[in-house]
């Protein structure tokens, strides 16, 4: 396997009604190449012509996930609620 990707439309929370783009991950050794990048734009792409907006988390200390998903324009919201040591990152869709 290279990589995965996961999106849902978020039925309940804060976030109802946004992309919930999870389960991105790409081959360790694989890393590091764009795949990640590529991934999330499908994973964006495959998102409901009514959805306004995406939602993802990661770890607080996931420093290149961070960097990589703010410059896919995502923007950090802060720590998850009820999860320690998540932080919750949103992007308008354009």
């Known amino acids: ?22 389960r991105l991950m790409v081959a360790p050794d694989l890393q590091g190449q764009g795949l990640g990048r590529d991934m999330l734009a499908r994973i964006e792409g495959a998102a409901p012509a009514d959805v306004a907006a995406y939602v993802l988390f990661t770890g607080a200390g996931s420093v290149d996930n961070i960097r990589m998903y703010k ?11 009820g999860e320690p040591g998540a932080v919750v990152l949103t ?4």
Do not use: F, N
Not at 12 to 19: C, K, M, T
Not at 71 to 81: I, Q, T, V
Not at 91 to 94: A, I, L, T
């Open 1 to 22: 396997m290279i990589g995965a990707a996961r999106g849902r439309v978020e039925q309940h929370g804060a976030h109802s009604g946004a992309w919930d783009v999870g």
């Open 71 to 81: 410059k896919a324009g995502y923007r950090l919201r802060g720590p998850l609620a």
């Open 91 to 94: 992007k308008r869709r354009r």
